[in-house]
Structures are given as C-alpha cells and as structure tokens.
C-alpha cells in the first residue's frame, strides 16, 4: 500500500536558518503531494501541493519539488522565522479514484529567537 | 463561511460510554472521510464515503460507525468508548479539481479524551 516517510523531529533552528524536511514515498499510480501544516492548537492547513513530476509547490517562502525519479518531495524554506513553528506533515493521494490522504507521521519544528 | 464544521470541539467520556462525533460541509463535496491524530503516527484514515448511502472502512475503523445520509453531514459514532480512542479527530471532505488532482478541506478538529 501507499505510504510516507519524513524525517524525525523534533526539529530545533535559530532564526534565519535555512530549513530543509526529508520526505520520500511509496505509492502505485501517479500520486499528487501535499505539505500541510498545524499551528499549536489549530487544525490542518494546506501549505503547498504538486500533482505531477517536476512540479514545484510553493507558499509562504517555503518550497518542495515533486521528484519522481527519488520518490521525494522534500520540504525547505531559506530562512525561518519563530512564527514558523509547527508540526509539518507530508502527505500523498494516490490519484484517480483515491480522494483520501496518507500521511507521514509529522516533522515538529521549533524556530528559536 | 464555507468550509467543514465539527462539533464538539473538546470532550471527555467515560470508558464505556457512547457519543456522536459531527461533522458537516456546505461545499457540495462528494466525498468526506474521518481522520484520527495521535503523537508520533500522524493522521490515520479511519472511515469514508464517496456519497451519500456509501461508506466503506480506513485504516483503524474498529470501535466506529459511520453513516452518510446526506451529501452535508458525515457523523462518526463512537460504541463504547475506550481510553484506546483518546485522540484528535479531524473531518475531511474532498473533491476532484478541474485541473486534475483533488483537494482537501479539513474542520478544526475535536480533541477527545477517554477516562
């Protein structure tokens, strides 16, 4: 079956950094990506998507490339602010027919002053 | 405002006890599917519909039901309640883009305690 695998957290930056989350997966078909992000406290938000190879989502600073060839969609932002600490999920649909998400299971990151 | 409503968003049960948890779109979605959150697993999918009258099972459905009368509302019943099920339950609904691929509309979840 589908599955995602991110990197473990938690994830600890100074301000500024430059901020990279490993994601790779497995899955039949021709998957569409998704990064999504919670705030503490919050619920699910969308931050960015990619639904075929080569394409590159990108929202709010952050960046990730749908790479096929690796199965790899790997999350980054060149530098960080404190009002970027969250938990980041990555997560698939396996395209035609799916209308559900795998998830991994979260990255948490903590941006320091 | 558009989007996907859950109600209640705190609770706490008693092991052995029974509720509904709810779940409502007003977008016209056809599909809807119920997600749980525990620390360290990220989002399993415990139910879904792809219409109304039609539900089928995710990856962790035991101890839940679902029904699907409407196109709107998409509740998920909890039997007898378990401290197993403590955990952030979030609704999804879902539809197919013009452009290809699908997009997701989650609601603000609910956090549930079993004691």
């Known amino acids: 079956g589908d599955s995602v695998t991110q990197m473990e957290g938690p994830v600890t930056l100074s301000e500024e950094a430059f901020l990279t989350i490993n994601c790779t997966y497995t899955?039949?078909?021709?998957?569409?990506l998704f990064w999504y992000v919670q705030y503490p406290g919050e619920g699910l938000q969308l931050l960015l998507k990619?639904?075929?190879?080569?394409d590159k989502g990108s929202n709010k600073g952050f960046e990730a490339t749908y790479r096929k060839e690796t199965t790899s969609f790997h999350l980054e932002k060149g530098s960080v602010q404190v009002s970027d600490s969250a938990v980041y999920f990555c997560?698939?649909?396996?395209?035609?027919?799916?209308?559900?998400?795998?998830f991994g299971k979260g990255t948490k990151l903590s941006v320091i002053p | 405002n558009a989007g996907v409503t859950q109600t209640p968003k705190f609770q706490v049960l008693k092991t052995g006890q029974s509720m509904t948890l709810q779940c409502a779109q007003d977008?016209?979605?056809?599909?809807m599917s119920w997600y749980r959150q525990d620390p360290g697993m990220g989002l399993r999918l415990i139910h879904y519909?792809?219409?109304?009258?039609?539900?089928d099972q995710g990856e962790v459905p035991n101890g839940y039901n679902v029904s699907r009368s409407t196109t709107e509302d998409f509740p998920l019943r909890l039997l007898s309640a378990a401290p197993s099920q403590t955990s952030v339950y979030f609704c999804?609904?879902?539809?197919?883009?013009?452009?290809?691929?699908?997009?997701?509309?989650f609601g603000s979840g609910t956090r549930l305690t079993v004691v």
């Open positions: 990619a639904t075929k190879a080569d």
């Open positions: 977008m016209n979605h056809e599909y």
């Open positions: 899955a039949t078909g021709y998957p569409s």
């Open positions: 997560a698939l649909d396996s395209g035609a027919g799916s209308y559900q998400l795998t």
């Open positions: 519909s792809v219409g109304a009258g039609i539900t």
């Open positions: 999804a609904s879902s539809f197919l883009r013009t452009g290809g691929g699908y997009g997701y509309t």
